[in-house]
Each structure stands twice: as C-alpha cells, then as structure tokens.
C-alpha cells in the first residue's frame, strides 16, 4: 500500500520557449547596406526574391556569412532562419566560415584544365601554403576552386577579390601574389 | 468520371484522380517516397515511374505516377521491364549510399526502402565506392534522434513542417550529394531543437530510419509489436490511434488515418504518455476495505457489500458523486445509474482546459465531455466542485485520475483529507485517509474498450491494448456491481459479468 | 566572310557601349520600329525568323513567345533574361554584356514589349560583375532616356550555381530560394515567376532580336541555314592557337573555324577530340570533326547536340579519361540533388572516372559506367542528369579503349598526376568518431533494447 497521493498529472501541449531575439538588422549592418538592402527590396513584388542579392550586399560588408549575420538577413526580410540558412549554403559564392582578406577563385574546369590550371592551383600551394578551400595562416588569402568561370577563351582564369585575371601562366600568378597586401 | 487503362485492366477514376492513386484504388501501391496524400506531391525522388501512354497522341513513355494525372484514354503499365527497370535504377542509387544499419536500426521490419528494395531491387548493388560518411546521432531536442546517413532526401519532413504545421523547423542545407536535412545552426554552434506539439509525426512520414523517436529507440522490433486499433485518450480531438504493445506493456502509439477527425496525424501529448499506464507499481490488484481502522485486501463479494453499505449510509443529494473525466460513455451512462440510485447527481470533473494548439489538440484534456453530458452527467468546472467540496458530507470518486482531476481544483486536495469517502474506484492509490472505507480498482483508458464522443460529435470506440491486473473487474462491471449491491440491500449479489 | 551584325560594333576601336555610340550606329531604331506594331505583330516576326534559343535548347523563340496566354488574360506577364552563363566552355554572353550592354537591352524591351511584360529580370550570375555593371549603366541610360516606358529592366545576381542556368531552377532561385528546377508541367508560359506567366530567354538570344526586326527577315535568312538562320556567338577554347569568341553563320563547318579562325592545333599538333557545343554535348573524335557542321541538324546528325555552340580542342597529348573526370566532377559538384539518380549519379559517375583516370579502375568499371549513365537519361526533372551522362557515355563510344588501357595498365598512359575525389559528407576528423557511435548502439541495443525487464518495463 501506497501512503500519499502520487499525483501523475494531466499532460498537456507544451508551450514552446521563445526564441531568442534575432540581432537588429538595423544595428547590425551599417546604413550604406541597409539602403542596399532596400533597394534591392524595392524591385520585385515579392520581398523575399531580394534575398540572394541582400546575402551579397551583407557579404560585402562583413566579408563572410556568420550565423549572426544569417539571422540579421532573415530578421530584415522577415523570413524563417531556416530558409535563409538553406539557401545560403545552397550557393558556393556565399562564405559561410570566415575567408582571408583577398580570396582567389581558381577555375578547375575543362577548358583552364587544358589550359594549365592545375599548375596554378600548384603555385598557389607552393608560394601560399594552402590548398583548397585553405586559408593563409596570417589571414591574407584564401584559395577556392571554382567551376567554369566563363573565361575559357582567355583560360587559364583566377577570380581575384571580384576581378576576372586571365590568360594566366605560373610567373603571372606568382607576381598576383607577391602584390597581395 | 475518367477511363483509363491499368496494366489492361480498364477503371474508372473520379476527374484529376493521380495514376498512382488510381493504381492504389486497384489496389497497388507503388514505391514512392517524397509523395504523401497528406503532406503533398514534390516529384523528385523518381522512384513512382511507370509507363503512360496519352493522353491523346503522347507517345508511350517512363512518368512519375505521384504527379502524372489520369486523362481519358491513358494507358498505365505499371510493371513493364522499363518501368520496372526504372524503379529498379532508382532503388539502386538511393542504397549506394545508404548505410548497412538495418540489424541496429529502429525501421527494420517496417521501412519502405527495405520493402520497396525487395520488391523491385537487384539485390546487388554494383558500387564499389566508400559510402558518404555524416552524423549518425544527431539530438533534434526531445523527441527526435537523426540519422544524416539513412536519410534518402525525400523531404517529406521538411514540407511535413512547412504545409501541416505552418512551421518551418527542417530544411535541407548544401547542395547535390552534400545535402543534408537540418534545423538552423544553434548560437552554441549545436543544432537547434526541434520544438512543437507534432515532432512524432516527423519518425511517421520519414520513410526510412532517419528520424526516428527517442523513446522508441531500441525498445522493440516493429514485428514483435502487437497492434490495437483505438483512439486518443488525452483530449476531446480524439485522434484515431494504433497502440503497439510487446510483452505486455505499451512501447509505442501511432496515429491512425481518419479523414474527418485527425487525418494522418496526432500530437505528441497523446502520442507518448503512456508511462503512467505501463507503471504497474502501486496498481490496485483487488478490493480493499477498512477493517479495524486499517485498509485490508478482500475479494470482490466483500468489497461491493462493504462500499455498498457505505454509500447507502451516506446515500442523498449531499453525497458528492463525481466520475472521472476519462469514463467512457458506457461507463457514463453506468455512473449515471449508480448515481441515479444513490439520489445523488451525478458530476464529472472536468480538468482545466486550455487553449487549442496549432493543429489538433483541442485544449481539453477531456476526451469524452460531449459524451459524458450526453448521458446526463453534469459536467463540473473546478470552481463548481471547489463549492460543492465545502458542502458535502461525503464523495463518490470513481474512475481513472478523478482524484488527479480532482486535485487540481482549489481546495480539492484539503477535501481529500478531511471528508468521508465511503467509496473510491481507483487505479492505483490507495488512499490512507480516515474516512476511506472501501476502494474498488478501477482501469486505465489503455486497459478498457468502450467509447468516446469527440469534441464534433463523433462517437469513436477505444480499445483495451492492456491487461487490467489480473483478477480485477472492469469499470463498467464495477459500477453496474455496485448498483446491483446497492439495490439489493446488503446482500452481494453476483451479477453476470460484462465484457 | 558571312555578314556580322553582332560583333562589328564593339569591335570598332575605342567602342565603350554608352547609349550614346549605340544610338550612332543606329541602336534603338528596331524599338521604336516594334513600339509602332502590335505586340503580336512583333512576335509573328520573331516567330517567322526561325530564331532558336541560344542558351542550349535550340527551341524556336518566336514559338516560346506565343505560349504566353492571349492579350486578354490580366495575369501580370514577366520576361526573365538568362544571364547565369555557366556552361563550361561558353563565354560569349559576357561579350556582349560587358562590352555592348544595349545591344542586350534593347533586345530585352522589344521582346517584353511583345510579351507584354509587366517587368524583365536580367539574372546574372553572380561571378559577371563586369557584366553586371555594364549592364547597370545601360539600364539606367535607357531609363532616363525613356527609352523604357513602364516595362523596367531589373538585374538579379546569382551567387555560384550552374543549375540556375535551368529556366525553372532559375525562376526559383530569382525568387529568393535554392536553385531547384520545377517538374514540367506547368510551363513557365503558365507558371513562371511568383506563378505568373513567364518567358526565359538567353542573352544572345535576345541580342537577335533588334537586327531581326530592323532589318527583316528575308535579310536574316540569308545567314545560316533553313531550320537554324542567323549567326552565333561560338567560343572556343581548349588546345588551339587563337582561343576566342567569334561570331559565324550557323551551318559553318567545325574545321572553319578550328583552322581558319582559332588557328589548328597549338603547337602544330594533332587533334584528337571536341566539345563541339559546351561541356553537356560530350566528346567527337577528331575524324567526326572532319565533316562536322556546327548547326542543329549537323550536330544531332554526329550523335550530340548544337548546346551552346562553344568548341573545346583536345590534342594528342589529352587524357580523355581525365577530361571525363573533369566534366564529372563538375556535374558533381552543381547537381541540385533533388533528384535520386541525379544526386547518387553524379558523385558516382565522378568517383569511378577518379578511380580509373588515377589507376584504380576495376575491370567492370566501363560497364557500370554506361549502365549508371543510362539509368540517368530521360527521367529526371531536368536535363543536368543527362548532361552529366552524355559526356560518359560518348567518352565510352569513341574512346573506350583509352579506358580499359587505364584499367589494365592501372595507371594513367599519359602520365598525368592523380586527381582528387570530393568526398561527400564529413571530413577525416570526424569519421573515426562515427565508428564508435555505430559501436556503441550495437552494445547498446544487445545490453539495453529488448531483453531486461528494468526501466519501467516492468509487467507483471
């Protein structure tokens, strides 16, 4: 026999927690992207198509996609974190871990391959260090590979920091990173 | 009406009928994956294909059947070599990658990829790559465990959230053979936790063992488990369920398609409180009565005589009856009786309600309160019986956590001490209170078969997927016992038995 | 030399595509022309061209156009111009965008003047900022110049994804999500952007269509042939001695403009094999590109597709084997993954070709190649599935015996360093980690699962 009154209780549904506050977009970015921002917004009917570009524009400032960032955009179009998230990291432009100061795009694909890219991605490891999807120890250079740039007249093509560099050799490259401050 | 052809069979289907809802009507089901009646067509896991000619002059070719709708005239072939093949092709590369997890995953025995891959797969698999290796236990928080490796990409959960719930948790994250499902990263660099009143429905859509329920996890093999057809006890929706039950206790509970009250979903609160029913500890296993100022175990004659007496002393309008809320409607209508005979009214206490949740939960915990005042017994609000506890000289309790119910009225648990209570028909305590004087045992709503009126109206039988402790009577055959012993003044009399 | 109406004008020296230089060469007058025509007047004309698409498809563009609803629907209409130029091989959008930005955009506000579109989208990808830019100024000079009315041009940017070049896939990433083509039907003539009825047109495409209706089309079928007319942008690339974009009639033969325009062979040496259209039309072997004539009808004819029309030269020296890899492993890396076969395909289709290109193939290796490969065709929701299988299976076709000396040999003949394989999923730290997990459910479920009567499983 049993003293006291065990009392099993009535289970009901859970009220969820509050998520914690998503970072002021306004705070977060400073007001020349935001006026990007609503810019971009201000062309389509629907608000959330200005989302790759806005990623961009915050990319541009930040340098790269933290996971606080990800939230100020999401908070900013009011849409799902979760559906900012996919299509973040749906898209290879996008850098969602830190990168170096300067990133270099090297294109692996047929007509650089034909044309001499692997020696590039070469000179890169032997005057850098790094290997792809590698960034630089002192935080200067990050190296990527890229798929067809759409140099491939002027193979081989290194994508630097948003400038197309073409009809690249090895000594080229190695004076693109010598420049590199 | 539209005609079509199924494998040279001709049917007749309702206007924009799928083919692969035509060709479940012929009774077929098709492998498929990504499409769901309830969550929606997607298209893209490709392992639906059949040969369709037509509509018109369209040329015979391979369609996934989820999408393709019937036209008049169109010609199915649901297992030529190509369709087949097709299938075939597509089954193949989903277990390329696919772990060899079934000795220790949760699915076996009821996946669809193990099914569909014996019905239409090679049994071979030409790869000889190393398969892609992801996290294998990942915590989604408190009912989900998820498996990245198992997971085909059907997406089913994903829209599962987005179309259902209308609350997007789930999405799939990278690109091509690095995607995997996901819930937003967390600040603490973890996985946010799945929150909600639905996450089980997540372990029910997902096809293979991906998502799987953590209370489920290694507790039996889905073809050890003994399946009850019933409904949902905790509120007035009164989801269609299927208790699953090995070695006498209750390991799982799924919910069970009813197009009009729950479709293919139920809610977690309903879809894992079942602890407090497999607990066997502290059950009451027969009658017990106050013999010398002390509770004594006595058999059933016994038992109803003495509770019989006791409450025909205590017999009047100043005889608080109340009835558990989880009575059936059999039950109810018994109560009814009893209470009838005893002059006293019949109450049943009603717990708080609360406001109903983003899909099924109504907000009343009570799963039978249209059915119980249906039979007349009068449904008490806490204040209610808070007033009525202050005037009464005696209570009635009976039935399944009426004294939980009860305690969660102001004052109900001081009433509880302090009153005479010459009965209680009562689960599991055993009540050590002076004026306790007999205690009948009473089932809990997994241990009973009878039925509950939905909050629409609906009258829905449930069904016993436990044994009562051995020996002991049902609720039903308790109260019209009771009634009996009342009536026949003193003497026991042993009334036939009811199921 | 054929006539050149696409190319002469930012050829001219210091030729900087201000609005300004393309009025003096008699840019807008084709606008203003259609602006004085019904809008179904203007397609009629397009239609009766016998333009096709210069994005991949080939598909007659007039036709497209009147799959859009009758004038009377009020449905908002929206052109979307196919910027994403990510074939490999084709480089020849970017020409005229960067370097003759009107000539695009008044190609543009004719075609959504004929389509009555309410707006135009220019999704660019995402790599093209000088595109973007250049196409940026012309915009705005337009717009000031009114040349416009109340159909904007807007740009869109892409951020990385080859599939975005799929219309649907391209629809759905301008609307703000992942580049997931869309099952068709519906079409996007019906369902396009936001649902609305949409038209995806190519850049070059659209660069047609002011000289079509400047200068007529009697003038434009004496370029090209009968079912392809015109002329187009073809870059080529590869092992050649002038790689380069350069504009000649459909219809021309491969070995004009191998020979006589890229300048043969670098090096003066042996050709061994094209891509005669982009990387999705495969390999031809040398001896078909002898008599191979670079239009439709020419190139389904040798067993492939027209695509983009960009030609890539392979010498002797070539391993068509890692070539194969090399187109592999970038429709491995783009697969959208939405699709079971594309998804499993793709990364599979790349893993063997590793294999063997860096000598571990397997005797069987060809064969599940070809088998994977047909297992890819045709039953998709889009073509990248195909584009990725086509390659493998020509490679197979005219070039198998390369393979088998791979296997046989176990090495590359050519003597080419191995070549690395994406590894789908973690990286090496973790894996050891997974081990023990695997392990430790196995004890967990003998010790734990079924057999003990403890942790409230109690019964009786």
């Known amino acids: ?181 | 009406m539209t005609k079509v052809t199924i494998d040279g069979r001709v049917v007749d289907v309702p206007e924009k009928t799928t083919v692969f809802e035509a060709v479940r009507g012929q009774g077929q089901v098709l492998p498929h994956y990504c499409y769901h009646p309830g969550i929606g067509i997607e298209g893209s896991c490709r392992v639906c294909q059949v040969e369709v000619a037509g509509p018109g002059k369209m040329p015979r070719r391979l369609a996934i059947s989820c999408r393709t709708e019937c036209a008049e005239g169109m010609e199915v072939w649901t297992s030529s070599p190509p369709a087949e093949g097709a299938r075939r092709m597509v089954l193949e590369f989903l277990l390329k990658n696919h772990p060899l997890d079934c000795p220790i995953c949760d699915k076996a025995g009821e996946c669809t990829l193990q099914n569909f891959a014996f019905d239409t797969g090679q049994g071979r698999s030409r790869s000889h790559e190393p398969r892609r290796q992801l996290r294998k236990r990942v915590d989604l928080g408190d009912v989900i465990l998820f498996d990245e490796e198992r997971c085909i990409l059907c997406t089913r959960c994903v829209r599962f959230q987005e179309v259902v719930v209308k609350d997007p948790q789930l999405g799939v994250v990278n690109r091509g053979t690095d995607s995997v499902v996901a819930t937003a990263p967390a600040a603490d660099g973890g996985d946010t936790p799945l929150h909600g009143n639905y996450q089980g429905n997540l372990a029910d859509v997902c096809p293979v063992g991906a998502l799987t329920l953590k209370k489920f996890r290694f507790r039996a093999r889905a073809w050890q488990l003994q399946a009850t057809p019933s409904a949902c006890s905790f509120c007035s929706r009164g989801c269609n369920t299927i208790v699953e039950t090995f070695r006498g206790s209750i390991q799982r509970i799924r919910p069970r398609f009813h197009p009009d009250v729950n479709k293919w979903w139920m809610c977690d609160v309903g879809r894992f409180a079942f602890d407090d029913a497999n607990d066997r500890s502290g059950r009451l296993a027969s009658p017990v009565v106050r013999r010398g100022g002390v509770l004594e175990e006595v058999d059933y004659d016994v038992g109803l005589e003495e509770a019989a007496k006791a409450l025909k002393g205590a017999a009047g309008p100043q005889l608080l009856a109340l009835a558990s809320p989880f009575f059936t409607n059999e039950e109810g209508e018994a109560f009814r009786a009893l209470c009838a005979t005893l002059g006293a009214a019949a109450r049943f206490v009603a717990p708080p309600t609360a406001d109903p949740d983003e899909l099924l939960h109504t907000g009343d915990p009570c799963p039978n309160r249209r059915g119980l005042t249906d039979k007349g017994l009068v449904v008490s609000t806490p204040d209610e019986v808070a007033a009525l506890v202050v005037s009464s000289k005696a209570a009635l309790l009976a039935g399944e956590r009426v004294i939980d119910a009860l305690e969660l009225i102001p004052g109900g648990s001081v009433f509880l001490g302090n009153a005479k209570l010459p009965c209680i028909v009562t689960e599991r305590r055993l009540v050590e209170r002076d004026g306790v004087v007999a205690c009948l045992p009473a089932a809990n709503a997994f241990e009973k078969s009878g039925t509950f009126t939905n909050v629409n109206g609906l009258a829905q039988p449930i069904r016993a997927a436990l044994k009562r402790p051995p020996g002991t009577l049902s609720d039903l055959d308790t109260l019209v016992r009771l009634r009996d012993a009342v009536l026949s003044s003193g003497h026991a009399k042993p009334a036939a038995a009811h199921a | 030399m054929a006539e050149r109406y696409l190319l002469p004008r930012l050829e001219k020296p210091g030729y900087r595509g201000s609005l300004e230089e393309y009025r003096r060469e008699g840019g807008y007058e084709a606008l203003k022309k259609a602006l004085a025509m019904q809008p179904e007047e203007v397609t009629a004309i397009v239609k009766n061209s016998g333009l096709r698409g210069r994005g991949g498809a080939g598909f007659p563009t007039g036709l497209k156009w009147t799959f859009m609803p009758p004038a009377a629907d009020p449905r908002p209409r929206y052109l979307a111009v196919n910027a994403d130029e990510s074939e490999p091989g084709t480089c020849k959008d970017r020409v005229l965008m960067e370097r003759d930005p009107h000539s695009v955009v008044e190609g543009v506000a004719i075609s959504a003047y004929a389509l009555r579109a309410k707006a135009s989208y220019v999704y660019i990808r995402g790599e093209y900022r000088a595109s973007f830019r250049a196409m940026e100024r012309a915009i705005t000079e337009a717009t000031k110049a009114g040349l416009l009315a109340d159909r904007p041009i807007h740009l869109h940017v892409g951020a990385g994804a080859y599939i975005c070049g799929e219309e649907t896939a391209l629809m759905e990433s301008l609307e703000g999500k992942r580049g997931h083509p869309r099952p068709k039907p519906p079409f996007p003539a019906n369902f396009g952007l936001w649902g609305q009825p949409t038209t995806v047109n190519n850049v070059e495409t659209l660069a047609n269509v002011p000289p079509i209706l400047a200068k007529g089309i009697e003038w434009y079928a004496t370029m090209g042939t009968k079912a392809s007319p015109g002329n187009f942008l073809c870059g080529i690339s590869g092992h050649v001695e002038r790689p380069g974009v350069y504009e000649v009639p459909l219809g021309i033969p491969a070995k004009t403009i191998l020979d006589d325009l890229a300048g043969g062979v670098r090096g003066g040496k042996k050709l061994k094999a094209i891509i005669p259209g982009g990387s999705s039309s495969g390999f031809l072997p040398a001896s078909a590109v002898e008599k191979l004539v670079m239009d439709h009808d020419g190139l389904k004819n040798a067993g492939t597709m027209f695509g983009t029309g960009a030609i890539i030269a392979l010498d002797e020296t070539s391993c068509i084997v890692r070539a194969t890899k090399v187109l592999c492993q970038f429709y491995h890396h783009e697969t959208c993954g939405q699709c079971s076969q594309c998804r499993e395909g793709c990364a599979w289709l790349d893993q063997i070709c590793g294999r063997v290109e860096n000598g571990e193939g397997r005797p069987d290796d060809v064969n599940t190649l070809l088998a994977l490969a047909d297992g890819m065709r045709g039953k998709t929701i889009c073509a990248l599935s195909d584009a990725a299988a086509i390659p493998v299976q020509l490679a197979i076709q005219h070039f198998r015996s390369e393979f088998e000396q791979h296997v046989a040999e176990k090495r590359c003949p050519f003597g080419n360093p191995p070549m690395h394989v994406h590894t789908d999923g973690l990286d090496d730290e973790k894996r050891s980690e997974l081990v023990e997990i695997v392990h430790s459910d196995v004890l967990t479920l003998l010790n734990e699962g079924k057999s003990t009567s403890g942790k409230g499983m109690a019964v009786q």
């Open chain 1, 1 to 181: 026999m049993t003293a006291g009154i065990p009392t099993a209780g009535i289970p009901m549904p859970k009220k969820a927690a509050a998520p914690p506050a998503a970072p002021d977009p306004r705070r977060h970015f400073g007001a020349e992207t935001i006026a990007r921002f609503e810019s971009w917004k201000r062309q389509y009917p629907d608000e959330r198509a200005a989302l790759i570009p806005i990623l961009h524009a915050a990319q541009d400032e930040k340098g790269w996609l933290s996971r606080e960032t990800l939230e100020a955009v999401a908070a900013y179009l009011k849409l799902p974190f979760i559906r900012v998230y996919e299509v973040a990291s749906f898209y290879p432009m996008f850098h969602l871990r830190a990168v170096g100061r300067h990133v270099a795009w090297v294109c692996r694909n047929i007509s650089c391959d034909l044309r001499g890219a692997s020696a590039i991605v070469e000179t890169f490891r032997r005057k850098c260090g790094i290997g792809p999807d590698e960034t630089t120890p002192d935080g200067k250079l990050t190296l990527k590979l890229a798929e067809c740039l759409g140099g491939c007249a002027s193979a081989p093509v290194v994508d630097l920091d948003g400038v197309y560099r073409e009809n690249l050799d090895v000594a080229q490259v190695e004076k693109l990173i010598a420049e590199l401050k």
